[in-house]
């Protein structure tokens, strides 16, 4: 399974999980447009971390949070060959 | 210094009418009351133990059964050491409560105080004539079961500490009591001093005794009585060893006690009557519950007598009788507020008729800015069929600060399967706010407790 249906499964199982109505994903997509809401993404962020061992929001360096979903997969991506750098 | 108000407890058993068949069962040792109202295991020093302020430093909590018996009404003050309480608290708690004596069992306690008297205990016990003269309403120092930093010290007597015991029904088999709890800690305590002034016996457990072995003991000594907390009781309920005991009564407190751990044990004894109390070290017996439910009657608020209650900001407030006088030392702050009452820091909120327990107010996880009590999020979950015990936590989290996650523990092990998960999480969103759901939940073995029974819950 790659990094981005990892990502596109788990959005769709929180938005599942919370009632919310998840919008059509693309890279375009503006995360605050897709229907979650910040519990969303503090769930998707911590079960990922789960899953992927990665949380690239508290090894960031920079303050940064993704506006696209596209940012968002990158961030992990980025994230994950980082960690197998290491 | 205040004149006695009450009778000294070893005044106390040698006027029982049936001290014959009384004991103090430890794990190894089973000592007759009657030995123990007219003999010493304080190798002769009683008599300088008289008047001063004592610590007692004890490794088995026999012995410390034994001490607080003897020197009731003849020391001052005893300073009950906690098993938990580290050799690097002693200086600053003996200093604190001005002690100039130890008494310990075992080996010389890591304290060194000058011109203070050292007395070890020792067994047998030797027979005492004349004891003492009981002259003092004896200081009990007891430690607040803190989670960081030194413990603070509370000052209770004997008559507070006793207020809640009603006297034994003269007919009723004499009571054998028994407690999961430490008897060197407040739920402890009561439950010694229950078996002491009301015509019973107790077991008492070991240090570090498994639970499994202290069942079968129990089993062995007939306890009718036996209380604990509702972790002390979940972890019961998984030994095949809770199956050697037939309790007559049984009852919890210091934790929650939620639906869940009531009906398990409504299941398990039936026709046993069950009932939750609650207490804390500096609030002193506040009530009991014997309805079978969780929470209590909103009508208890109103209640005049020696205990009263209110809510103010959401937690319960207690003013009491039984409430400790003071804590030791100046720096601790003043214990009750100006009305004299007590905020115990639980926090509670009515549902219909009842108040029910919601958790500590210190213990909440913040998601993103709105409040969660541990507790609310495992009485749920603990009330599916397969779980024995949960715990809640934070987990830290980048967008919303917090988190909830939980720690499941199932009845049987190896039963972890996908529809267990699933079947909690749905009932999590079925009675919980979102953001109160779990957001991961996973199955573990066990769960660690604290020294006092209680579940360990890690801030943070």
């Not at chain 1, 910040?38 to 920079?62: K, M, Q, W, Y």
């Not at chain 2, 007939?222 to 019961?236: D, I, N």
């Not at chain 2, 079925?430 to 996973?442: I, M, Q, V, W």
Request: charge should be negative; charged fraction near 20%.
């Amino acid at each position: 399974m790659t990094v981005r249906s990892a990502i596109l499964e788990k959005f769709q199982d929180v938005a599942a999980r919370l009632d919310k109505r998840l919008a059509p994903l693309t890279d375009e997509t503006v995360l605050l447009d897709s229907g979650l809401d910040s519990l969303s993404f503090a769930i998707i962020v911590a079960t990922l971390e789960d899953d992927l061992g990665v949380d690239p929001f508290t090894t960031a360096e920079d303050v940064y949070f993704p506006v696209t979903f596209g940012d968002f997969v990158a961030f992990y991506d980025n994230a994950l060959k980082a960690d197998v750098a290491a | 210094m205040s004149p006695p108000d009450r009778p000294s407890l070893r005044a106390t058993l040698r006027a029982s009418p049936r001290l014959s068949d009384r004991w103090l069962w430890g794990r190894d040792e089973a000592l007759a009351l009657a030995e123990i109202a007219h003999g010493s295991c304080l190798g002769g020093h009683l008599e300088q133990l008289a008047g001063r302020s004592v610590l007692l430093r004890t490794g088995d909590p026999l012995f410390a059964a034994l001490a607080l018996i003897e020197l009731d009404g003849v020391a001052r003050r005893i300073v009950l050491c906690p098993p938990d309480l580290t050799d690097a608290d002693l200086p600053l708690a003996a200093e604190t409560a001005g002690v100039d004596a130890v008494v310990f069992d075992g080996a010389l306690p890591a304290l060194r105080l000058t011109d203070a008297l050292f007395v070890a205990m020792r067994l047998p016990l030797t027979p005492l004539g004349n004891p003492p003269v009981a002259a003092f309403a004896t200081e009990w120092v007891m430690f607040t079961s803190g989670t960081s930093g030194v413990p603070k010290m509370v000052i209770h007597r004997l008559a507070g500490l006793t207020g809640a015991i009603k006297p034994a029904a003269t007919g009723d088999a004499p009571p054998v009591w028994g407690t999961f709890y430490d008897i060197r800690r407040y739920g402890g305590l009561q439950i010694l001093l229950r078996a002491l002034l009301g015509e019973g016996s107790l077991v008492i457990a070991g240090p570090r005794e498994p639970i499994a072995d202290f069942l079968q003991r129990l089993g062995h000594c007939g306890v009718t009585h036996l209380t604990g907390t509702p972790s002390h009781w979940r972890q019961a309920l998984l030994r095949p060893a809770a199956r050697a005991i037939a309790p007559a009564y049984v009852r919890l407190s210091g934790e929650i006690a939620d639906q869940a751990v009531l009906d398990s044990l409504k299941e398990f004894f039936p026709g046993v009557p069950i009932g939750h109390a609650y207490a804390s070290t500096e609030a002193g017996v506040g009530f009991e519950v014997n309805d079978g439910l969780e929470g209590f009657p909103a009508a208890f608020l109103g209640r005049v007598g020696d205990v009263e209650m209110r809510v103010e900001d959401g937690s319960l407030r207690v003013r009491s009788a039984r409430t400790a006088g003071a804590y030791v030392g100046d720096a601790a702050g003043p214990l009750v507020g100006d009305d004299g009452f007590v905020d115990t820091g639980d926090m509670v909120e009515l549902r219909g008729d009842r108040y029910h327990f919601v958790g500590r107010r210190n213990g909440v996880i913040n998601v993103g800015g709105l409040k969660v009590h541990p507790e609310e999020v495992e009485a749920v979950i603990n009330r599916h069929p397969a779980v024995r015990m949960s715990l809640v936590r934070g987990r830290r989290n980048p967008i919303t600060g917090a988190i909830v996650v939980a720690e499941v523990v199932l009845h049987a092990t190896g039963e972890t399967n996908g529809t267990i998960k699933d079947e909690i999480m749905a009932a999590c969103r079925r009675d919980l706010s979102p953001f109160k759901t779990p957001a991961s939940l996973r199955f573990v073995p066990a769960l660690a407790m604290t020294a006092g029974g209680k579940l360990e819950r890690v801030v943070a």
